[in-house]
């Protein structure tokens, strides 16, 4: 194979690691509605020619009410050809993997062929990357290849092609157009005065009007309702940590280069917000900080000494594979994540008997085995006014803790494998489904078929 092609076969490489990581977790029963199962309703709505709904938000709730991510209509396609929670999660590993292709061409062009691929793999291997891929799906899958393409083009000073490939963060998450907005600043530093001003001007226009008007207008509240309230300086301590493990993967290299200020307004709205999980290193927030700070190393090796360079390039591989140890992607050496248990084969054949089409109020991970074919809502928290034809619930830890709920209830247990509880409503009859227009107040936990207390959605 020639060297022009090494940093696709990375790619590839990374892209068959990131699908197998997702897939096992989704067939080990590791996925969650709470996210995949949300985003599975959404894409099955667009790819059946309706509204993005998610009933697990809330009954009738319209996804764009909660985050403007329109570019979520381009997995409606696939979706129809295979309507499966496995077609959007290898969907991500490709995007994913799809990122790691600019950072590795960029990192040999400038550095030389074994340091970029050394530079490259780190960056693939990042804690950011595989926490994201770890974690279920989320629309920011679309941004991260979007801005390690924008980002190679920065250093390679082809500005135009940056900021095409900024734009559409756009139609990815609303406060991406700030992100946008950065990259237009960084051109006005580069003395790119009008197409930084355009991109400026675009991206703080983008993020206000789907913040404060389109998001809004579908939200049922009328609101946006991720503005942050309470004490901005709680969880110092955890904020200084999410900033030393963003640098340390690049040996705080990435500093030296003025690209680090596109990371810029993403890094200050999480250190702004009052929400514990926005400072974790967990989850998928950091994925779209990862290819920035990555080609800013590149740059900034690229204007060291040769032999400088190589020592770092291979200090900076070193220190991902001592993290990657520790990461989602190691756990693929081990035979575990390659084999379904007998406990989970069992949970899968009960909700076998679940007919197509069904309204089911299920615990949050059997959520995303449903979503693909039934109508779903999370036990315990059942809309009033609906009564789910199933209700299925598992004991342990990844259960939801609350009781199913007996005969007394009106429904009957029909199933009991692997720790699952299976009950069906008798008879099925009526109409359980729910209102299409959410109100706040019909939002309900039930536990053993009686009302205790209104939740939010």
Known sequence: MTRRWAPHALAALLFAAYAAL?????????????????????????????????????????????????????????????????????????????????????????????????????????????????????????????????????????????????VPLLLVKEDLGL???????????RRQRALGAVAVAVGLAGTALTALVVIPAFNPAGTYAYGADGDHLAGLDAKAWMLFALLAPTLFLAVRSPLVLVAVPTVALRLWSTTPNHWSTHFHYDAVLMPILFVALVVVLGRMRPARTGRLAVGVLGLALAIAATQPLA??????????????????????????????????????????????????????????DW???????????????????????????????????TPIDGQPHPPTVHDERSATTITRGVTLRPTGS
């Open 391 to 425: 209700i299925v619930t598992v004991d342990g830890p990844i259960g939801s803790g609350a009781p199913p709920a007996g005969p007394d209830a009106g429904y009957e247990v029909v199933d009991r494998a692997g720790g699952l509880t299976v009950l069906r409503r």
């Open 179 to 189: 992100t946008l907005a950065a990259v237009g600043g960084y051109l006005i530093l």
């Open 22 to 166: 997702s897939v096992t977790n989704h067939l080990r029963m590791r996925t969650t509605g709470y996210d995949l199962g949300i985003f599975e309703q959404a894409i099955r709505g667009y790819a059946e020619g309706r509204a993005p709904v998610s009933e697990l938000k809330a009954p009738g709730f319209h996804l764009l009410g909660d985050h403007f991510h329109p570019v979520l209509m381009l997995l409606a396609p696939f979706y129809k050809l295979f309507p499966s929670p496995l077609t959007i999660l290898v969907a991500q590993a490709f995007l994913f993997a799809l990122s790691v292709l600019p950072v590795a061409r960029l990192a040999v062009r400038t550095l030389g062929h074994r340091r970029g691929l050394a530079v490259g793999t780190a960056y693939g291997l990042s804690w950011g990357v595989q926490q994201a891929v770890d974690f279920d799906f989320h629309e920011i899958a679309f941004a991260v290849p979007l801005l390690a393409f924008a980002m190679e083009a920065l250093a390679d000073g082809r500005w135009r092609r940056a900021v095409l490939f900024a």
């Open 331 to 388: 756990g693929l050496l081990t035979p575990a994540a390659w084999r379904v248990t007998p406990e989970v084969a069992a949970v899968r054949a009960a909700l076998d008997r679940i007919p197509d089409g069904a309204v089911v109020a299920a615990d949050n991970r059997l959520v995303p085995q449903l979503t693909a074919r039934c109508q779903v809502f999370r036990y315990p928290e059942v809309p009033a006014g609906v009564r789910p």
